[in-house]
């Protein structure tokens, strides 16, 4: 049962695929549980997990159909927002003890098409201005990104960067981040298909836009990136020392879902650039994985803490998992 499920998924992400269902949309105020996980079932104390230490974790769960498909993520102390490919956004407060609260939705007031279809509302990545609060959403299937207004109150401007306009439709902007400097970083999924006898291009697209790619979707530099082998790039968040962390996703029959956290360092970001990062954890074999898509950075005192979300697809034998981990990771320029 679980080759023939992950055959049926690894189908519905394959690039032929239509994307023309419609749109479910999630109840106002959702009925919202959550069941803890451990890191790994057979040792349910084992924390460690690479440069990672395992803080706790749950299963998100509803009866609403239109639950789940969470693909970016926002944390703010203990109020979450979480983001669909379905174009809702969830948000809930979570308690230290993982109780959870005030859960909310909306639906993104605005994007590409006329918001029947999913393909219309096929949000993907996410990043936010923590200073005006306003939010930049990157969709596929049109290669396009959204700015709203903070709290997703209204939709600003928006922009199918000429940049962009040749990435593969199912396969990108798949993770976005604004840095603090203003710049904004985009990474495409997929390969893009060339013609000619030029050899295949080593790595996935990538663009640094000097600054907001609504305003100025012209400035800034193409670079080249190279997951791990088999992995494609679903989220990515600048550490405070200006770091870059990068979350990867692999499905295959044997394995299914699978996830790699890499960590890359800025100063590699140059025009022409084949920018490659560092492995710090894995999360495969008895770690509990699925298709982990949604990455979020917080601090607590002098912890730096990830967390972590997956997409289920909307399909019963996925799940929604939130997990929290505490990065282990030695100052800039050692390892």
């Not at 230290?96 to 859960?103: G, H, N, Q, R, Y």
């Not at 799940?319 to 030695?330: E, G, M, T, W």
Request: glycine share 8%; aromatic share 8%; charged share 25%.
């Amino acid at each position: 049962m679980r080759i023939a499920t992950v055959a049926l998924l690894t189908l519905a992400l394959m690039p032929s695929w239509s994307g023309t269902l419609p749109r479910q949309k999630l109840g106002k105020h959702p009925d919202v549980s959550v069941h803890p996980v451990p890191l790994r079932a057979s040792a349910p104390g084992d924390r460690r997990l690479g440069a990672l230490t395992y803080l706790g974790g749950v299963r998100l769960t509803s009866r609403d159909r239109a639950f789940g498909g969470f693909s970016a993520m926002r944390v703010e102390g203990d109020r979450f927002t979480l983001l669909s490919d379905f174009g809702t956004v969830l948000r809930f407060r979570l308690g230290k003890d993982w109780t959870l609260s005030e859960p909310q939705s909306l639906d993104l007031p605005g994007g590409p098409g006329t918001g029947w279809e999913k393909r219309d509302r096929d949000s993907e990545s996410m990043t936010v201005d923590p200073a005006t609060g306003r939010i930049w959403v990157g969709f596929e299937r049109v290669n396009a990104i959204w700015r709203y207004a903070p709290d997703f109150s209204a939709p600003e401007r928006h922009v199918a960067p000429r940049a962009m306009r040749k990435w593969p439709k199912q396969s990108g902007p798949e993770a976005m981040v604004r840095l603090r400097s203003g710049a904004f970083l985009v990474l495409s999924e997929g390969v893009r298909k060339r013609s000619g006898a030029n050899r295949p291009a080593i790595g996935l697209d990538a663009i640094r836009f000097a600054g907001d790619p609504t305003e100025a979707p012209n400035r800034g530099f193409h670079f080249r990136y190279l997951p791990p082998k088999d992995y494609a790039p679903t989220d990515m968040v600048e550490l405070a020392d200006g770091r870059l962390l990068v979350l990867h996703r692999k499905a295959s029959l044997r394995e299914g879902f699978t996830a790699i956290l890499s960590v890359v360092e800025p100063d590699a970001i140059r025009p022409g650039a084949v920018v490659q990062g560092r492995e710090l954890a894995r999360l495969a074999g008895e770690v509990v994985h699925d298709n982990y898509e949604a990455l979020a950075v917080t601090y607590e005192k002098d912890a730096t803490i990830l967390w972590l979300a997956s997409d289920d697809n909307q399909n019963w034998f996925e799940q929604s998992l939130l997990l929290k981990f505490r990065l282990d990771l030695p100052p800039k320029g050692r390892r």
